[in-house]
Each structure stands twice: as C-alpha cells, then as structure tokens.
C-alpha cells in the first residue's frame, strides 16, 4: 500500500520569504501522480500544483514549485514570496487520494 | 472552473438515526466520485470510490453497510450514514474527477 509522510506538523515563514514543504512517499509503482492542496479555514480543498512521475522536469505554477526526487521518492513543495493569504493546511497527496498528514502554514506579517 | 457542491453543509442528528448527504457536481460529469472522512486537525481519509452505474468500491475497515454510496447519476453521488452514533461525528468531503479532482466543501456531521 503506498504511504505519504509529511513530517512537518507545522511550519513558519516570514511574508515575503520562502518555505519548502517535506513529502515523503512509498509505492512500488513506476508510474504515478503527486499533488499538493491547500486546505485553508474554510475547509474547501484547493489544488496548488500536480507532477507526473514519469516527467522528470519539477512542475511549477506562478510562487510554487516542486522539487520531485523519484529515486528519493521525495516530493517537497516551495512556496516563494510567501503572502498571507497562504496561511492554511498543505497536503501532499499520492494519485489523489492517499494524503498525507499535513502540514500547517502559519504566515507571520 | 469545474464545481462540486455538497448538501447539508452542517447536520445534527440524534443517535441511531440516518443521514442522507448530497455531493453534485454543478457544471460537469463525473464518473467517479471520492468520499473522505476528516477528523479534526487530521488529514483526509478515503472512504469509497463511487462509480456510477455499479457499486462503490470500499476502503480497507470501511463499514459498506453503515456507509452507503449511490452514484446513480453522472452528477450526483449520496452518502447514507446509517444508525449513526457519536463516533461518526466527523467532517465528511466529497469529490468528483474530471481529469483532476474537485473537491466539495464539505459536510460535518454531529451526531449527539
């Protein structure tokens, strides 16, 4: 069964700085999807950015960006020029539908 | 973009009761649906695949009988709680696949 750990329970940044978010995941598979959402107060999940595994190029959308380690099997998510509209719940998600524990952003003005 | 909603967004119920909750999705169809189960400050638990036209597929530990999952329209799955008791309380979220995932906002279900 794949398993995602993200060993941050919470996390802190400055606005206008960065954070990289930690994702650890297992599978035997070679061909997958990873997510991140954001889950913020009002508990509406939010899709922040997808990788495909077979593409070796880290996706990136507008401040985030992944850096995807297949071998590693690391998925790890920055958010630059952080803002404080970025203050939620961020999950790192195995093909959609096995999520991680997540991880707290708080953004400090 | 693509919107799924879920009705009631809050429902209290007494024990032993059933709870019926809606997931639509309003501007596009789906096949498949998602059920979750979130826990306070936890993270999302998938429940259920829910196909439409055949029967859900469960998750490992997922009671089928307690839990049942309807998908008898390409935009609309329901989720029955049945005889529900207070370890049921939970925040229930639906989504449908449409090349991505869209999530509705939601159902927290107290059962006193």
């Known amino acids: 069964a794949q398993t995602v750990t993200q060993s941050q329970p919470e996390m802190s940044v400055q606005e206008a700085e960065t954070v990289t978010l930690s994702c650890t995941y297992d599978?035997?598979?070679?061909?997958?999807?990873l997510f991140w959402y954001k889950q913020p107060p009002s508990r509406q999940m939010i899709l922040v950015i997808r990788?495909?595994?077979?593409?070796?190029q880290n996706a990136t959308e507008n401040r985030f960006s992944v850096n995807f380690q297949k071998a590693a099997k690391s998925f790890s998510l920055k958010i630059s020029d952080s803002q404080l509209g970025d203050a939620a719940m961020y999950f790192c998600?195995?093909?959609?539908?096995?999520f991680g524990a997540g991880t707290r952003l708080t953004v400090k003005p | 973009g693509a919107v799924v909603s879920q009705h009631p967004s809050r429902v209290i119920c007494k024990s032993g009761t059933s709870v019926k909750i809606e997931c639509r999705s309003l501007?596009?169809?789906?096949?498949?649906m998602f059920w979750y189960r979130q826990f306070p400050k936890q993270s999302l638990m998938l429940m259920a695949t829910?196909?439409?036209?055949?029967?859900?597929?469960?998750e490992q530990g997922v009671e089928k009988d307690k839990f049942l999952i309807n998908h008898a329209s390409l935009t609309l799955s329901t989720l029955t709680v049945t005889s529900a008791h207070p370890e049921d309380s939970s925040f229930y979220i639906c989504?449908?696949?449409?090349?991505?995932?869209?999530f509705g906002p939601g159902t927290r279900l107290t059962v006193l």
């Open positions: 989504s449908a696949l449409a090349g991505e995932q869209f």
């Open positions: 599978t035997s598979e070679s061909d997958y999807y």
């Open positions: 990788q495909e595994a077979y593409k070796q």
């Open positions: 998600a195995y093909n959609d539908m096995r």
């Open positions: 501007d596009f169809q789906a096949t498949t």
């Open positions: 829910s196909n439409e036209g055949s029967k859900a597929t469960y």
